[in-house]
Antibody, heavy 120, light 111 residues
Framework: QITLKESGPTLVKPTQTLTLTCTFS??????????VGWIRQPPGRALEWLAF???????FYSPSLRSRLTITKDTSKNQVVLTMTNMDPVDTATYYC????????????WGQGSPVTVSS | DIVMTQTPLSLSVTPGQPASISCKSS???????????LYWYQQRPGQPPQLLIY???NRFSGVADRFSGSGSGTDFTLQISRVKAEDVGVYYC?????????FGQGTKVEI
């Protein structure tokens, strides 16, 4: 059974860097085709894809946020970390990580989400 | 970027009645491999999204058969044959033909 859980601060100040960790089980990020993605959702608004990291360390980012995002993995800990620099109140959202398999083309399992508020 | 446009943005339905949500993409989601990269997610209040339909019309594991998807090219529809109270939530279409992945604005279904 695949599970994912996001963790990180619930409150960050403007201009600070946000670091979120996704801890997963039930799959390995060393298996060919597997990836973990990050998606966010501002309160009452739609979903926005942020980034992927694949089993082979290939990384993809949303073009609109590319300059602010970094995604990394630690396969020994079954974790994926997303950092977002220069946080702004418009970045207030629930941040989700999810399991992706390249040949399927969809997120099949999601974490419960990590709410983040950006405020001074 | 591929723009996904859903209509309506909200829908009030009587239990037992059908519901239909439209999703239009700004370009065809048909890939050269013959697959159409269009998906539907349900997000119940306070919950993460859950996959309902993959590749236009295939129900994901465990999804009730009252949910069905149809369409081709740029025009897609999610139908709920007989709405139940547990179907309350927001429904999103998503394309994964190309990066960036993009979602529709969401359709809120209320009873």
């Amino acid at each position: 059974q695949i599970t994912l859980k996001e963790s990180g601060p619930t409150l960050v100040k403007p201009t600070q860097t946000l670091t979120l960790t996704c801890t997963f089980s039930g799959f390995s990020l060393t298996t060919s085709g597997v990836a973990v993605g990050w998606i966010r959702q501002p309160p009452g608004r739609a979903l926005e894809w942020l980034a992927f990291i694949y089993w082979d360390d290939d990384k993809f980012y949303s073009p609109s946020l590319r300059s602010r995002l970094t995604i990394t993995k630690d396969t020994s800990k079954n974790q994926v970390v997303l950092t977002m620099t220069n946080m702004d109140p418009v970045d207030t959202a629930t941040y989700y990580c999810a399991h992706w398999f390249k040949n399927l083309g969809y997120f099949d399992c999601w974490g419960q989400g990590s709410p983040v508020t950006v405020s001074s | 970027d591929i723009v996904m446009t859903q209509t309506p943005l909200s829908l009030s339905v009587t239990p037992g009645q059908p519901a239909s949500i439209s999703c239009k993409s700004s370009q065809s989601l048909l890939h050269g491999d013959g697959r159409t990269y269009l998906y539907w997610y349900q997000q119940r209040p306070g919950q993460p999204p859950q996959l309902l339909i993959y590749e236009v019309s295939n129900r994901f594991s465990g999804v009730a058969d009252r949910f069905s998807g149809s369409g081709s090219g740029t025009d897609f529809t999610l139908q709920i044959s007989r709405v139940k109270a547990e179907d309350v939530g927001v429904y999103y279409c998503m394309q994964s033909l190309q990066l960036p992945l993009t979602f529709g604005q969401g359709t809120k279904v209320e009873i």
